[in-house]
């Protein structure tokens, strides 16, 4: 589990006929008569307040919560990647060695993180719809749509100072304001090494039982002083006990549930296997690059591990829709929803709006290397700054200006080689999805082979530097119009099409935004309004038992311990990604080994999850979500507690880990205070 | 360089316009005038007998030579890589730490090889063409054109008894009978360890400077005894010097340096680009088989090497087709050759085909594992069993009955495990070719999810034994009616859709054939009859000179050193595949560190041509060829000797290293004898 990578996020969805433990709960429609029927928990305006106000969003695709009163971020270590990576280098590696601060000048500021904690939730579904006039054709209602969403963000965002987001919920069925206090000074204070976090490796993603310690702890920070919180988690290291209610507070980051039985099709024979091609491409592409030597290997690391995660997931939600009875049933429910809406016409534009993304897929107007993109924004904001900015393309708008200049400016390091491979593939990957006689091809390659191309680019342009970035972003378009920098050029070559494309996505998305929410009215009018809309990677509440289950004959137990961890070493012969880092052999003695290390719940989570709280009753803090084993990977499309589990770290495995390994008394006191 | 796993082989075409040391010769019509002309050599017909009949090709792809009067056979490490896993299980691990024979008795018997030495060929152009009338439709012709090539093939294995195959030369110009001596009962005699055959691994493959011992060492026998072997390769430890003119005697795979922009259009834009996402996704499926132990890695390591390899060099072959150049200059040299023939028809025959073969791209009517393959052969053989030898598919013929059996019974270990995670991709990748909702992927599943099918069939099916085999292959049509085996019957459901889309290829091929061999008499009217035809699996000769290149302003030697292997080892920390055996190390003292190892040289080779022996003027052997620098990859398409070069060991280096590592000096002193 973890960011989506590569994932080419959806328009939002939404879900209903909640079974079991089903259901990923907006903060502001609660699942209170379920939760008393089946759990006998009172839901309390209090509790809910407290648990939302302590969760934190990791924009960067991730989730988190506060466990100090001065400032302390828990988070997965895997979440925390990114950054650990782009703070290490040849002689510090932090994101394999771990990392503790003992004292606050040691604690290193990440180039570019922004998290956001959840202050305020309004529905603004009237105001939106009336932007958009019956009849209007698809392409002029997406563009009003969008200048209502963001004059609301941009007014909120004048009134309040905080980051504003407009959620489009239930496919379009509903929209609400998201108000963020943004935190974009933070600071890594420790980190255990990738050995314990990521124990077992490939092998065991996805898998239970596990001992991971993915765990990591930042601290953000305001005014440069460590930020005061008033909401923040206790721990209670004696939770978590087997068959006790959890609660799963996290930004789940994307889910499906909604589709129809052709967007399902479109789905299972198109966007699936061209995404899997992807992501395999990418991961030989990068599996050859760290055959360079053990420098390429770490440069390479957090980019393929993102990518063999995703692809590993990509299989198993696959292998789901190809089970045929799935999508069967799909159909079938149709027929009971078509009655209710009183025509099925919102079924048929979405089986024609499938067609045409078929269409589509032979063409494409990016490259998806990281330089590249820097180059492609700096292009098209230049053009977008000349509108208004509810005009503009999304990104652009003022509201979202503060998280597109972190990104755009990051000091994160780029590396050269590493950079010239991937262009190169992508520019080699553009000549295959659109011919190698297309006139656009022929002029991106401009008579070179794609190596070769690649080589020249990088070797004319500045964007490696993070002032030049500033300096042409400061130029706007008369910047751009002069700029002799050869990415710069290739971006303005490829705008024309990038743009006629986002044009022919967002009328489609559109219609199916309207669509969707017809067929959310019919749900609603036929199964009663006790539903809960797709992921959106908002702030969502997941509830479930902390439970084992069953496999192939097995009793799988709820929960793995420290000493298991050691055993699961040998059981591996200490070889490959099962060798525990020395630390921990040296604490071996010192440890509690019956310590609960990770354990199951059957909450109801998805990527974006990650580093979500595992939050008992009484709202205190027994663990930190990281994963999902296989059985849970169709929860894009559904949710099943027959096996499928979320997999967490126990919050004692956390603080004796913290006690005995790492000698971070001082970190582990300040933990709950 | 390697046998052409996965690679889907094309009807063979031609090539003309030879430049530098371009050419893979037929052996009847060799570039005399050329090579007396740069190279002063004359060529007699002794001198090509004698190298004729010391060339071997091993049938499951790679090539050889006769190294003794008592049946020794040098080839590749790589291509023996097969046997030797089949050889292998989990107590002896032939394929990685090596072998010897020191006795007769020692020798071990390979499961399913067959070795081809050729003995005569005879063109039968006009025999096989006055089949064709004038005006039959494609499907006829074709039929009627194998009809009589079966024939011609019957007739002169019952004249000669031997391996009769009439070759498709120049696209279908040109038509020769090619007869063999078989040699069935191969044994091992000397294998080195994995970690100095392919030292360097993935990452120097297709690389020079390289320091492979890439060679092994079979013996022929015949009724239970060595063969005898009168036409056999001394060896010339001192030869291969700089600039010395060299031959290479072996049977490249396929090229295609015939085809018109259309389809070189096709091969870039369609075909290629699904290989290497099929390449990928395999090479992804076995790296993760492969974690699940030391015994998973070994079971899934000769295929996923294979895939690797290929991976490598279609990545290299489609960055050639997407230089802009290459295909320009094929559309204007057309201009010419259709004044020549006086019509354009040819080409655009070609070019409705490739429209064809895109169309045939979302059919399917078969799977990619070892176990249905089997099912597939006995369920088609049974019926194609009922026709007369001629009318039959090409396989099933009488005359390729021995070669058939030789696979289909082969006791040669098959993985449960393996086949299963095989057998389930091959499912799901059936799924996504057709669509999950085609009716036949329906059938193919039968409402299972790709990997419970997949488990079921394997479950319910007696063709891991090989007994089961020979008593459903003994039980002829009603055998296979009756049969409840689960693959039988999923190759009985497949068995229609099979056929239709064969005949369709077949229909598309014939068209292809008769297209270019119009385009071949425009080239041999427009350019004289010194052409040679390309590649087809069958023996050629190739020449050139032992010379090193430039590479970024470096001068790269002709040649490395057995020394160079230790610094090679040490530059690359002695870590992952850069580790030489310990046998080397035990004997580094006793070496003669300046002793030639691997040299390249200006020989056009491809894929297939793994194992030839390399032979200096005399026809002694100098080397043994093993791969192709990165800068060949292009071969499929054009020769290109400015840094292309084919890579050789050095025979020096395997006497020296039988001598002094192998303690091999028993069979060191048959070499030759």
């Known amino acids: ?340 809406a009183g025509s099925d016409s919102a079924w048929k534009t979405i089986a024609a709006v499938q067609q045409k993304r078929i269409e589509l897929q032979s063409r494409t107007g990016s490259l998806r290397s990281q330089l590249y993109g820097i180059a492609e924004d700096l292009v098209l904001m230049a053009a977008e700054d000349q509108l208004s900015s509810g005009e503009r393309l999304r990104e652009f708008r003022d509201s979202n200006r503060q998280s597109l200049e972190q990104a755009l400016f990051s000091p994160a390091p780029l590396y050269d080689d590493l950079e010239r491979v991937q262009l190169a593939d992508e520019l080699a990957r553009f000549a295959e999805t659109r011919g190698g006689s297309d006139s656009l091809v022929q002029q991106v390659l401009a008579g070179k082979s794609p190596r070769q191309r690649a080589s020249e680019l990088l070797a004319d342009t500045q964007l490696f530097d993070v002032a030049a970035r500033k300096k042409l972003a400061a130029a706007g378009t008369s910047g751009i119009a002069n700029s002799q920098d050869a990415l710069i050029q290739l971006a303005k070559i490829l705008e024309p099409e990038y743009r006629a494309l986002r044009t022919l996505t967002e009328e489609l998305d559109e219609q199916e935004r309207q669509a969707y929410a017809t067929i959310t009215e019919a749900k609603f009018s036929a199964e009663g309004e006790s539903v809960y809309p797709d992921a959106t990677f908002t702030l969502r509440l997941a509830y479930g038992a902390v439970k084992g289950y069953q496999e192939d004959g097995q009793d799988i137990p709820a929960n793995t311990t420290l000493g298991g961890a050691f055993e699961h070493e040998t059981a591996h012969g200490k070889t490959d990604d099962w060798i525990l880092p020395e630390s921990w052999h040296a604490a071996r003695e010192q440890l509690d080994a019956s310590t609960p290390f990770n354990f199951v719940c059957t909450a109801d989570i998805i990527g974006g999850n990650s580093g979500s709280p595992v939050i008992d009753r009484e709202g205190k803090l027994v663990g930190v979500i990281f994963d999902g084993n296989i059985q849970s990977l169709t929860a894009d499309f559904y949710h099943s507690e027959t096996q499928g589990r979320a997999v967490a770290v126990h919050i004692a495995a956390v603080l004796e880990a913290l006690d005995k390994v790492y000698d971070a008394q001082a970190l582990r006191q300040q933990i709950g205070h």
Not at 17 to 46: C, I, R, S
Not at 74 to 102: C, F, M, W
Not at 186 to 192: D, E, F, N, Y
């Open 1 to 340: 589990m973890r960011k989506l990578s590569l994932s080419l996020l959806l328009p939002a969805l939404f879900c209903i006929n909640a079974h079991g433990d089903e259901g990923m709960w907006l903060f502001n429609a609660l699942p209170t008569a379920q939760l008393k029927q089946k759990y006998d928990f009172d839901v309390t305006q209090e509790w809910t307040n407290h648990v939302r106000l302590a969760s934190v969003r990791f924009n960067s695709g991730g989730s988190a919560s506060f466990i100090s009163s001065n400032g302390l971020v828990l988070t997965n270590h895997h979440v925390a990647a990114d950054t650990l990576y782009k703070l290490s280098t040849p002689q510090r590696n932090i994101a394999d060695e771990g990392y503790y601060a003992t004292s606050p000048e040691q604690e290193l500021k990440a180039p570019d993180l922004e998290l956001n904690q959840l202050v305020a939730i309004r529905d603004v579904t009237e105001e939106v719809n009336a932007s958009v006039q019956e009849g209007m054709p698809a392409g002029e209602a997406s563009k009003a749509r969008q200048a209502a969403m963001a004059r609301i963000e941009q007014q909120s965002k004048d009134e309040s100072g905080l980051r504003s987001d407009v959620v489009t919920l239930y496919g379009g069925g509903r929209y609400h304001l998201y108000q963020y206090k943004q935190y974009t000074d933070v600071r890594l204070v420790w980190a255990p090494e990738a050995k314990t976090a990521f124990f077992g490796g490939d092998a065991d993603n996805f898998e239970y039982p596990r001992f991971c310690l993915d765990v990591t702890i930042f601290r953000v920070y305001e005014n440069n002083q460590p930020a005061k919180i008033e909401h923040f988690l206790e721990a209670n290291p004696n939770g978590a006990q087997a068959e006790e209610l959890v609660f799963v507070s996290g930004n789940p980051g994307r889910t499906q549930r909604i589709l129809t039985a052709e967007a399902l099709e479109y789905q299972r024979d198109h966007r699936m296997p061209r995404v899997l091609d992807l992501l395999r491409r990418k991961e030989i592409l990068l599996q050859q690059y760290a055959l360079g030597g053990p420098e390429q290997a770490r440069r390479g690391h957090d980019e393929l591990f993102g990518i063999q995660n995703s692809r590993k997931a990509y299989t198993g939600m696959l292998e789901g829709l190809q089970t045929p009875g799935f999508i069967n049933r799909k159909q079938e429910s149709a027929a009971a929803l078509q009655a209710a």
